[in-house]
Nanobody
């Protein structure tokens, strides 16, 4: 079992950057597929990015804008968000999954077994 705690959210002007952190405890994050999702008010949860070993995957809406990475020594996964826009405003969640891996499965929230509490990101115009 793994516990996940996100941090790093906040208010940022359009065009600015933020780096979200997801600190894992209990097990190393490399035992899992790690994902980031976001949920804006009134909308469904949306896949943002995922990482399995050295392979990374991104949602179409954030390709070239966001980068997922991990630090083994700190047992932490990051989401670097650049060129933020008001439409990036959402609660961002970190998740860990250990099921059968496929590129179609990992973009769905059903794949993930463990979730953090979320961190608010607000992009102002």
């Amino acid at each position: 079992q793994v516990q996940l705690v996100e941090s790093g959210g906040g208010l940022v002007q359009a065009g600015g950057s933020l780096r979200l952190s997801c600190a894992a405890s209990g097990r190393t994050f490399r035992s899992y597929t790690m994902g980031w999702f976001r949920q804006a008010p009134g909308k469904e949860r949306e896949f943002v990015a995922a990482m399995k070993w050295s392979s990374t995957y991104y949602g179409d809406s954030v390709k070239g804008q966001f980068t997922i990475s991990g630090d083994n020594a700190k047992n932490t996964v990051y989401l670097q968000m650049n060129s933020l826009k008001p439409e990036d405003t959402a609660v961002y969640y970190c998740a860990a999954g250990s099921g059968l891996f496929s590129s179609s499965r990992i973009i769905t929230d059903r794949y993930y077994d463990y979730w953090g509490q979320g961190t608010q990101v607000t992009g102002s115009s």
